[in-house]
Antibody, heavy 121, light 107 residues
Framework: EVQLVESGGGLVQPGGSLRLSCAAS????????MSWVRQAPGKGLEWVAN????????YYVDSVKGRFTISRDNAKNSLYLQMNSLRAEDTAVYYC??????????????WGQGTMVTVSS | EILLTQSPGTLSLSPGERASLSCRAS???????LAWYQQKPGQAPRLLIY???SRATGIPDRFSGSGSGTDFTLTISRLEPEDFAVYYC????????FGPGTKVDIK
């Protein structure tokens, strides 16, 4: 079964750090771009960052540039998001998502169940 | 950055009715980069449509997508009870962006 399982969320104080992990199974992890997408409580979806198959390219939404770092370990079939200098506005459910590229289009075809990050004193 | 606007914000319909959801982009989007997702409370989003009009695996044929350029539409031909949810459009340009969502609720 194709699956993504996030972990590492929790309560952290403003200015603190947290590292999220996403364990992939059921597919060849090293063949796919991967992304993090977040959703603040009661709000819509926001793409956060993505990373190429070999880790050579990484992109971020402007609001997290310089604070968040996406990485991957293909040997461990794992995706990571290191979050530093956390702010209250980073409070959200963070989803790991697989990017699917085909002749018909590019999209997020597989999503994890999400992990909650709460930034509060 | 391409901004996506979805309308209406909320659509109140009865089971069996037809739903038409609109997604408009601030600039032209490649059809291959436009997708639709369904999200129910407490669940992760689920891919419905990619490439503007291709149904994802396992998605019933009552769901269809159309459009090009800056105007895209998700149509649900006959609403089933399990279709009441929030629907998001998304474009896969740089940066990737999502629309604010349309909630389809029971009238």
């Amino acid at each position: 079964e194709v699956q993504l399982v996030e972990s590492g969320g929790g309560l952290v104080q403003p200015g603190g750090s947290l590292r999220l992990s996403c364990a992939a199974s059921g597919f060849t992890f090293s063949s796919y771009w991967m992304s993090w997408v977040r959703q603040a409580p009661g709000k819509g979806l926001e793409w956060v960052a993505n990373i190429k198959q070999d880790g050579s390219e990484k992109y971020y939404v402007d609001s997290v540039k310089g604070r968040f770092t996406i990485s991957r370990d293909n040997a461990k079939n794992s995706l990571y998001l290191q979050m530093n200098s956390l702010r209250a506005e980073d409070t959200a459910v963070y989803y790991c998502a697989r990017e699917y590229y085909s002749s018909s289009g590019r999209t997020f075809d597989i999503w994890g169940q999400g992990t909650m990050v709460t930034v509060s004193s | 950055e391409i901004l996506l606007t979805q309308s209406p914000g909320t659509l109140s319909l009865s089971p069996g009715e037809r739903a038409s959801l609109s997604c408009r982009a601030s600039q032209s989007v490649s059809s291959s980069d436009l997708a639709w997702y369904q999200q129910k409370p407490g669940q992760a989003p689920r891919l419905l449509i990619y490439g503007a009009s291709s149904r994802a695996t396992g998605i019933p044929d009552r769901f269809s997508g159309s459009g090009s350029g800056t105007d895209f539409t998700l149509t649900i031909s006959r609403l089933e009870p399990e279709d009441f949810a929030v629907y998001y459009c998304q474009q896969h340009g740089s940066p990737i962006t999502f629309g604010p969502g349309t909630k389809v609720d029971i009238k």
